[in-house]
C-alpha cells in the first residue's frame, strides 16, 4: 500500500468513511515547482478555491466533483499534502468568476486582476494542448473547498 492510499485508509476509518480511493492530484501544470507553491497555499489555508476549463472535463471524460467529495492534494512529488472536501461547485463564463472566487485561489496578490491575467495564461496553454483557443467567457468550474486533515497530523478530522 502506498502513502496515498495508507493516507486515505487512515482518514476514513476514523471518519467511518467508504475505503474507496478519491481522486488524488496536484495543483497546477504538472510541474514540481507548481505543485509544491500551490499545494503549500492549501495546507496554509490560502488557497480555498480553484477552476478548471469545463471542456477539459468533457475531452477527459471525466466528472464533474460534487459537493461533499473528497480529493487528496499532492505536493509536487506527488506525495500526500491533504484532504480537502468541496463545499461549493459552480459552472460560469471566465469573465463572470467572481473577484471573491479569484481572492479564494490564493494566488500572487490575490486580485481578481492578477487571477484573470494568470488564469488567462494557463488555460491558453492548457487548451492548446487540445487545439481550443482560450475566450473569456469559456466555461469554468469553480470548486471551493476545505482543508479537513493535513497529512501527517496525528488527528484526523
Known sequence: MNSIEKYWKDFAQINNLPSTLPEAWMFGDGSESMGDELGALVVNGIKTGTCSAECVYE????ELQKVGQYDIVLDGRENPLAIIQYTDIEVLPMNEVSE???F????GDRS?????REHEK???WELGLYDLPFT?????VCQTFKVVDIYGNKQNS
Open 59 to 62: 475531452l477527459e471524460g471525466e
Open 100 to 102: 471573491a472566487f479569484a
Open 104 to 107: 479564494s485561489e490564493g494566488e
Open 112 to 116: 481578481y486582476e492578477y487571477w484573470y
Open 122 to 124: 494557463f488555460f491558453t
Open 136 to 140: 473569456p467567457d469559456m466555461l469554468v
